[in-house]
């Protein structure tokens, strides 16, 4: 199975700082990688989808970038409401796997 | 809008049975599969497979192959998940996720605790 590692594990940022996750893939997937943030008590929400493309109602501060095996979302600057924890996925393959997370917390 | 509510927690006895619901509407639902993910304590998310909403034709991860079941209940536009001899490890919460036109997924259900102790 294509296995998905993030890093970091974790990233301690202040509001308005600009935060760059990465997402490494085991084998080649293309563009077919999504992103999603997760809060705590809470169901994953799409953020991108296809490696750049933002899901629907997404807010511009959120791009996402990369091809092959390395990706990477980018949060131009961070918002409150953006601490959270990111996991990006891919449909290249089954089953569809998960990295195992990066989060995002209060500096 | 479109809504997925699934049922509700479980508390199980090891090797005993669980099925939890996902109630969809806002949307035709035979259109878009239903998948399955499970999250366990402090894990990452773990698809599980999924099952086609028009057809009934499930998929299924190799890693619970033969012991969950998909289905779905088109005039009730809900899907369900059954998973058999429960293991602690299946102690997890359980998501039921759309699939969008884009092959992500798109709305989830609001997860179903399933807890698995002797």
């Known amino acids: 199975e294509i296995v998905l590692t993030q890093s970091p594990a974790t990233l301690s940022l202040s509001p308005g700082d600009r935060a760059t996750l990465s997402c490494r893939a085991s084998?080649?997937?293309?563009?077919?990688l999504g992103w999603y943030q997760q809060k705590p008590g809470q169901a994953p929400r799409l953020l991108i989808y296809d490696a750049s493309n933002r899901a629907t109602g997404i807010p511009a501060r959120f791009s996402g970038g990369g091809s092959g095996t390395d990706f990477t979302l980018t949060i131009s600057s961070l918002e409150p409401e953006d601490f959270a924890i990111y996991y990006c996925q891919q449909r290249t393959d089954w089953p569809r796997t998960f990295g195992q997370g990066t989060k995002v917390e209060i500096k | 809008q479109i809504h997925l509510v699934q049922s509700g927690p479980e508390v199980k006895r090891p090797g005993a049975s669980v099925k939890v619901s996902c109630k969809t509407s806002g949307y035709t639902f035979s259109r878009y599969a239903i998948h399955w993910v499970r999250q366990a304590p402090g894990q990452r998310l773990e698809w599980m497979g999924w099952v086609n909403a028009g057809r009934g034709d499930a998929k299924y991860s190799e890693k619970f192959q033969g012991r969950v079941t998909f289905t779905r209940d088109t005039s009730a536009t809900t899907a369900y998940m059954d998973l058999r001899s429960l293991k602690s490890e299946d102690t997890a919460v359980y998501y039921c996720?759309?699939?969008?036109?884009?092959?992500?997924?798109?709305?989830w259900g609001q997860g179903t605790l399933v807890a698995v102790s002797s």
């Open positions: 084998q080649n997937i293309d563009t077919y």
């Open positions: 996720a759309k699939l969008s036109d884009t092959l992500f997924f798109d709305y």
